[in-house]
């Protein structure tokens, strides 16, 4: 049932000339001292070049890089991710672009997302960063919501093997 919603729902924003944000996958995988790419694309391809196109750690408002009015923005990202960020613009006429994410630490790890703005819509796509050799952090997953226009992050309980079992402890990992 959820699914047809889903479906559904698709069908519908693709029908009223909205489109979709797609991103890298469920994770990205990357070892430190290496660099990470996450890209992400609109479907329809629709032109980027005149929307705000923000990518965040965890939360909206955590800017790791923010492209708006044609411009990068430097001085909205967080500290830690300032020198470390380069977004590649080649295709954003198509309404694709990459962020490449500069010598990775072990502090990196966790959710990711990048956010589409134009004047009448928005979209965003989220996904996880590990790291090579290093742990997710408390075991917190990712719930998608259907809802118009946004994606709901909730803290979700992780299914521990065959048994059905429900693990909510920091140790569980939900992958």
Same mark, same amino acid.
């Given at each position: 049932?959820?699914?047809?919603?889903?479906?559904?729902?698709?069908?519908?924003?693709?029908?009223?000339?909205?489109?979709?944000?797609?991103?890298?996958?469920?994770?990205?995988?990357?070892?430190?001292?290496?660099?990470?790419?996450?890209?992400?694309?609109?479907?329809?391809?629709?032109?980027?070049?005149?929307?705000?196109?923000?990518?965040?750690?965890?939360?909206?408002?955590?800017?790791?890089?923010?492209?708006?009015?044609? @411009?990068?923005?430097?001085?909205?990202?967080?500290?830690?991710? #300032?020198?470390? =960020?380069?977004?590649?613009? +080649? *295709?954003?006429?198509?309404g694709h672009v990459s962020l490449r994410l500069k010598n990775i630490t072990p502090s990196d790890i966790g959710l990711?997302?990048?956010?589409?703005?134009?004047?009448?819509?928005?979209?965003?796509?989220?996904?996880?960063?590990?790291?090579?050799?290093?742990?997710?952090?408390?075991?917190?997953?990712? @719930?998608?919501?259907?809802?118009?226009?946004?994606?709901?992050? #909730?803290?979700? =309980?992780?299914?521990?093997? +065959? *048994?059905?079992?429900?693990?909510?402890?920091?140790?569980?990992?939900?992958?």
């Amino acid at each position: 049932m959820a699914f047809m919603l889903i479906l559904v729902l698709s069908f519908y924003k693709l029908a009223s000339g909205q489109w979709q944000v797609t991103g890298p996958g469920k994770f990205v995988q990357a070892s430190v001292g290496e660099d990470a790419v996450f890209s992400c694309s609109l479907f329809p391809e629709t032109s980027a070049e005149a929307m705000e196109v923000r990518f965040f750690r965890n939360q909206l408002h955590a800017v790791v890089h923010l492209y708006r009015d044609g @411009e990068d923005w430097e001085s909205k990202q967080m500290p830690q991710y #300032r020198g470390r =960020t380069e977004l590649v613009k +080649d *295709s954003i006429a198509g309404g694709h672009v990459s962020l490449r994410l500069k010598n990775i630490t072990p502090s990196d790890i966790g959710l990711y997302g990048c956010w589409f703005s134009s004047q009448i819509y928005d979209e965003e796509a989220t996904w996880e960063l590990r790291v090579a050799g290093q742990e997710n952090p408390g075991g917190i997953g990712l @719930e998608k919501k259907a809802r118009p226009g946004r994606i709901e992050r #909730r803290p979700e =309980t992780c299914s521990g093997g +065959d *048994s059905g079992s429900r693990d909510s402890s920091p140790a569980a990992l939900c992958f």
